[in-house]
């Protein structure tokens, strides 16, 4: 482990490291930035940080991910369900565990299933329409605009068009208020500023919040079904339906926005990347709107190859979820020299950060190369097994990782050959009067500690059209 002190433990090193982060960095970067500091650490180490936190397994290796997750599928770590408790209200997909995952997520599968995404291709792309339009209306002012705010509501409209039509590109929804503030106010149990164990406003929020998200759900369902229909649903049933409905709206918004921002950061970052993205689109889509032919040809789509590459790189570069587990006293994480790591009474991290640029798996790993998913698996720059997980793998992967990849396929498509929108983070600081030089790896635009890791101030920017 690294340097422990006798009385303190790692909190005194874990408050070194922080210090070396701009505000609201993500805890992710914690656990990779000590890594690189002890190099003789090797993939894992544990973390005391008693009395703030149980004591943590920091594994940086895909293998070790793999055993915990895909080999043995220990259960998921408590402060999960403590974060997710006041967004779903009960146990969720997300957190429920053995025969009782299993027989729901068979249930959710066939929502999730590829036929089922590409049927709904039309709509989404509707809804992106409404996205292209504001991005050419920021175009048009030349303002300062926060592109994370565009992406949160047409991913929300997106994934809430089947039922609940949010509309939250056009209007103010209080639902969707609701979710966000949720979103900031909800805690794992675990925070980097000692102040935050202490919020006494934090219930009274929360109970506001689910309070205003139920409502807003039951008279929803009361308008579509008919309150006649509605009163012979059983009650438990129903509490359960719609934790799962927060937890999709929740889930499949909030990361899926994120992934969109950063994959279009990196591709104003890397024109050569981007002349590469568009040329692919040229060439399925011609000159024709992209819009119209993904309507009537939805597996157009499929042939965005290098695109989806793209994405995955993206991801890589920005993996905005991790695996937390519960460390079990039958259980051990088994190093590559045969070491036994025990998780009795710790909470193992494998925050993907740390094996997504962890250098003895990763060709340079700091580098955006969209090829490592065009290679062969002889060439050096091919993934590591088991080592991309932005989804996470095995049987507990995310149930809507192909609906987010065809989201973010379709934004660009829409987007990437009209407008640029480069980053505006000078501006930006001048204007909030930030210190200069706030970065994460000499990177301005980094994942901030928030769920679904959200880029750095909601990412500030202006639009152009390209034409």
């Keep these: 482990m690294p340097p422990h002190h006798w009385l303190f433990g790692h909190i005194i090193l874990s408050a070194d490291v922080v210090k070396t982060l701009p505000p609201f960095a993500n805890g992710a970067y914690i656990g990779d930035l000590i890594r690189r500091r002890y190099p003789y650490l090797g993939d894992a180490f ?29 259960p998921k770590a408590k402060t999960l369900r403590s974060f997710l408790q006041h967004l779903t209200g009960r146990e969720d997909l997300v957190t429920l565990e053995g025969n009782a995952w299993k027989r729901w997520r068979r249930i959710f599968n066939p929502g999730f299933s590829a036929t089922h995404v590409a049927s709904l291709i039309p709509g989404m792309v509707e809804e992106a329409e409404v996205f292209k339009n504001a991005l050419v209306e920021h175009a048009t002012k030349a303002d300062l605009f926060y592109l994370k705010h565009l992406t949160l509501n047409l991913t929300i409209d997106i994934i809430g068009r089947v039922d609940l039509k949010f509309m939250s590109q056009v209007q103010h929804k209080d639902f969707t208020a609701a979710l966000r503030r949720q979103i900031v106010w909800s805690s794992t149990g675990f925070h980097i500023n000692p102040l935050e164990y202490i919020n006494v406003l934090r219930p009274f929020v929360q109970k506001y919040n689910t309070s205003v998200m139920n409502h807003y759900i039951t008279q929803e369902e009361l308008a579509r079904q ?90 890589r570069l920005y993996p905005t979820v991790a695996a937390w587990r519960e460390g079990q006293p039958d259980f051990a994480i ?14 193992i991290s494998g925050d993907h950060h740390g094996p997504h640029y962890n250098p003895r798996f990763w060709d340079r790993p700091a580098k955006f190369l969209p090829e490592r998913f065009l290679v062969t698996e002889e060439d050096p720059l091919h993934p590591p097994k088991n080592g991309w997980r932005p989804f996470e793998r095995g049987p507990r992967n995310c149930i809507g990782q192909g609906l987010a990849l065809t989201e973010i396929k379709i934004m660009l498509a829409l987007t990437v050959r009209e407008i640029d929108f480069p980053q505006k983070y000078e501006e930006f600081d001048k204007i909030n009067c930030n210190p200069k030089g706030w970065n994460v790896n000499g990177e301005r635009a980094y994942m901030m500690r928030r769920p679904g890791a959200f880029p750095a101030d909601h990412y500030p920017c202006k639009a152009s059209l390209t034409k």
């Design 46 to 74: 544990y973390l005391d940080t008693w009395p703030f936190a149980s004591l943590f397994l920091v594994v940086s290796s895909p293998d070790m991910v793999y055993q915990m997750t895909q080999k043995i599928q220990i």
């Design 334 to 347: 088994i190093t590559e020299n045969g070491q036994s790591l025990q998780t009795e009474s710790c909470m």
């Design 226 to 315: 008919g309150a006649s229909n509605s009163k012979g649903i059983d009650a438990d049933f129903k509490e359960f339906a719609m934790a799962q409905i927060k937890l999709f709206i929740f889930a499949g918004h909030d990361t899926t926005s994120t992934g969109a921002v950063f994959t279009y950061h990196l591709l104003a970052k890397y024109p050569e990347v981007l002349a590469k993205v568009r040329a692919e689109h040229t060439r399925v889509f011609g000159t024709s709107t992209a819009a119209s032919l993904l309507v009537s040809t939805p597996s157009l789509l499929d042939r965005l190859t290098y695109t989806l590459a793209v994405i995955k790189e993206s991801l």
